[in-house]
């Protein structure tokens, strides 16, 4: 007698098996009806659930999980709601470049497109704000569709990759063996970089005498950071970053000016304004950092490195462009480069750092500067930090210096309000023998606060530190400056008892009340390795983030502290 | 609408201009916002959505698609896509490289200024019976148009060409007569052995 055939897996089975050999440890999930077949396959998979309390912390989760370890993140939810629900981390992964993994339920494939329950067309909500998605109608691509969307997700410039996934499909057999060669005829990825552009780039540095090397996000992927510096120091050269480029650079080295851009410091935006060549290392001319584009590095030499072409002229016209991977690139570089004559330009950057230093009142209460001030001083770029969004995270992004790539997690080109808590405890799932600590606002931390639940169930040390004045600050900052300090739609009036909150849920939770108390509870909450821990942090309510370069300003508009009369209303995008 | 009156040549009335011409085939085009047609070709893998990918592109950058025609490409699995548009000619080197970015796009080509072989076909239907129909006929006969259909109160004809060709043999037929007018949108083949 014939010994009985096993039967075929479930798609739902072959789609975990298919995560399982992309090395998934963790899926950050909500389930749901349509979800159903893939929730039970993980019963039997060696991919731990983390459950969250709503869909979009899952997203910033992945999200945060893969900024913090460099893997790609994966998401799973249910159709409908479940799946409308991750939009915005969708967002906020394709605008900073992250490779996450999103599978979403979806109704049976006899019922798309006739509203059937918790159905909605995810794929076509979603075709703004993915690198790549699929609707797999056939259970028999789940292999292939797998496999491509860890690649395409992964390389290049990283970014999300969606699967809707019918019920029927993950329910019913897939017998289709498992695919490790990609066959993409239409993605190609640049990794060296053209060698005439390189000599190109070289010739155009060497004859600089006032060279800034503008760093962006690009090389945080790439680790593009050493090669960075090796280039500084060979040429002589001051580094800025971008918000999403801190760590990549030791921003404490010598050559380092900080950031740039809206509320970068002073000395490294002048640096930019006074240049005669800057090149961008993996870096896309943000508004925030061009700020008034037509007046931006007049005269200045522009060089580009970018690994995705389409960033080549969209904002800025390089002389220059290099496609490929920063680090790459940079390694052909360097030893092209000569050392240049520009010490009087070194000297003069240096006077702007010593002439408008960032600073921030001492007294008058307990200001945000303070407290960051001395959690950088604790955590001395050992720790990863992430952040939320407005007047907290532009301090942070002032006062923690990041050293080491993979430490600074922030939603840059979002700029998505509840994201910091979540992606810190992705990044502490990614990262766990690293200290974690997310600083956010009373804003952002109330709309995914729900995930304290999650950070507890899995006594992660992730510290949350809650910056809490009580009112939405960088709004309230420029309806101060620009809108005749007519406050509107900014005042958090019954905001809860942070503490209390978080000891609702089991948290431990302190609070930071005078100047006095920061250096000891910062220190308390930062040994505290038995469960999360939230820290509030009772801030003044009015304060304000300088320097400022007003939205639409050229960089030579910069505001070093707050002006005496009424401002115009900026005229650039937000 | 004026009834032409029998025995006169009424349809045989003067080019329309190009206003009116471009007005009445649903194109907006005033002449001050009036920008030049860019011609491009993509190779797209035949994947779900890709249409879909392709248009967004177009719309996110403010482009608007006055032609696009979407075929199987020579090989199985692939398809070919001529869009005709116009926009901001300053972005639209940058928006091929958007589109060269989707995934799913194997290449995209600006096939405006390129030495290239294009034609596109039109489908005319007329109100016509009595001597105007004979009027249409002979204007039908010097562009080559055919007659595919010969109804008691009406024809169709068939022509193709160049699209300002096409353009040409509207532009002459009595725009109260047009009852239907279907245009395939142009295709377009680099000559020699060059990449369309």
Same mark, same amino acid.
């Given at each position: ?574 | ?91 639209? @080197?940058?928006? &091929?490289?958007? %589109? ?5 796009? +194997?290449? !995209?080509?600006?096939?405006?200024? /390129? ?59 009595? @725009?109260?007569? &047009?009852?239907? %007018? ?5 295709? +377009?083949? !680099?000559?020699?052995?060059?990449? /369309?």
């Amino acid at each position: 007698m014939e010994p009985e055939l096993p039967a075929p897996p479930t798609g739902a089975q072959k789609l975990i098996q298919c995560l399982e050999r992309e090395g998934v440890e963790y899926i950050f999930g909500y389930s749901g009806g349509a979800a159903m077949p893939i929730f039970d396959a993980l019963v039997d998979s060696s991919i731990e659930l983390i459950l969250v309390r709503h869909e979009q912390g899952a997203a910033h989760m992945a999200d945060g999980y893969a900024r913090a370890s460099g893997k790609p993140g994966v998401v799973l939810v249910t159709s409908g709601p479940g799946a409308t629900n991750i939009v915005t981390g969708l967002l906020t992964s394709h605008m900073d470049s992250i490779p996450i993994i999103v599978l979403t339920g979806q109704t049976i494939s006899s019922m798309l497109g006739k509203d059937g329950f918790q159905e909605a067309d995810v794929t076509g909500i979603t075709y703004a704000v993915v690198k790549h998605s699929y609707l797999l109608k056939d259970g028999a691509d789940i292999p292939r569709a797998t496999r491509e969307a860890f690649y395409i997700a992964t390389s290049g410039r990283p970014g999300p990759v969606l699967l809707d996934l019918p019920k029927d499909v993950t329910q019913g057999p897939c017998d289709a063996p498992f695919v490790d060669d990609i066959d993409l005829p239409g993605y190609t990825v640049p990794t060296n970089g053209d060698p005439d552009d390189i000599r190109e780039a070289a010739a155009i540095l060497n004859a600089s005498k006032r060279p800034v090397l503008y760093v962006g996000h690009g090389a945080v992927i790439s680790n593009a950071g050493k090669a960075v510096i090796r280039l500084a120091e060979m040429l002589r050269a001051p580094i800025v970053n971008t918000l999403l480029g801190k760590g990549a650079a030791d921003e404490t080295h010598p050559l380092h000016l900080g950031m740039l851009g809206m509320h970068g410091t002073a000395y490294a935006n002048k640096a930019v304004d006074a240049c005669d060549c800057i090149m961008a290392i993996g870096a896309r001319w943000d508004d925030r950092i061009t700020s008034k584009l037509d007046e931006f590095c007049l005269g200045a030499a522009k060089i580009h490195i970018d690994i995705d072409p389409s960033e080549f002229g969209k904002m800025v016209q390089p002389d220059v462009a290099i496609a490929g991977d920063a680090r790459l690139v940079l390694d052909e570089l360097v030893p092209q480069i000569q050392p240049a004559d520009t010490e009087q330009w070194l000297r003069q950057c240096n006077v702007w750092r010593k002439k408008y230093p960032l600073k921030y009142a001492k007294q008058g209460g307990l200001r945000t500067q303070h407290v960051l001030d001395r959690l950088n001083a604790l955590t001395q770029g050992n720790a990863i930090i992430t952040t939320d969004v407005g007047q907290h995270q532009m301090w942070a992004a002032q006062f923690c210096l990041s050293t080491t790539n993979r430490h600074w997690i922030s939603s840059g080109g979002a700029g998505t309000m509840g994201f910091g808590f979540p992606a810190a405890i992705g990044a502490q799932f990614g990262c766990p023998d690293k200290k974690v600590w997310a600083i956010v606002g009373d804003g952002g931390f109330q709309m995914t606060q729900a995930e304290l639940a999650t950070a507890a169930i899995h006594k992660k040390p992730t510290k949350c530190l809650i910056i809490n004045n009580n009112f939405l600050g960088m709004v309230r900052q420029w309806q101060e400056l620009f809108y005749d300090n007519r406050i509107s739609g900014v005042d958090l009036v019954g905001n809860p008892d942070f503490v209390k909150l978080a000891q609702a849920y089991g948290v431990k939770a302190l609070r930071i009340r005078r100047p006095a108390d920061v250096d000891r509870v910062l220190a308390e909450a930062h040994d505290y390795d038995e469960g999360p821990c939230v820290v509030v942090a009772e801030v003044v309510k009015e304060d304000n983030v300088f320097p400022m370069i007003p939205s639409g300003a050229p960089l030579s508009g910069m505001i070093i502290e707050k002006p005496k009369g009424p401002l115009a209303k900026p005229s650039g995008s937000t | 609408m004026s009834s032409p009156t029998p025995g006169q040549t009424t349809s045989m009335k003067p080019a329309a201009t190009p206003t009116a011409l471009q007005n009445r085939m649903g194109v907006l085009k005033s002449p001050e916002s009036s920008k030049a047609l860019h011609t491009i070709a993509l190779l797209v893998r035949n994947a779900p959505g890709v249409l879909v990918r392709v248009s967004m592109v177009f719309s996110r950058r403010g482009y608007n698609i006055e032609s696009l025609v979407v075929s199987p490409g020579a090989k199985t699995g692939f398809s070919r896509m001529t869009v005709t548009c116009s926009g901001d000619p300053a972005i639209l @080197e940058q928006m &091929i490289k958007q %589109l060269t970015k989707l995934v799913d796009v +194997v290449h !995209a080509l600006d096939h405006t200024a /390129t030495d290239r072989f294009e034609t596109e076909i039109a489908l005319i239907k007329i109100r016509c019976a009595g001597d105007v129909r004979r009027d249409v006929l002979e204007i039908a006969e010097h562009f080559n148009a055919r007659v595919v259909d010969y109804a008691a109160q009406s024809l169709i004809l068939r022509v193709f060409g160049a699209s300002d060709k096409l353009d040409a043999i509207i532009s002459l037929l009595d @725009e109260e007569r &047009i009852v239907e %007018l279907v245009r395939s949108g142009k295709i +377009v083949m !680099a000559r020699a052995l060059e990449v /369309t």
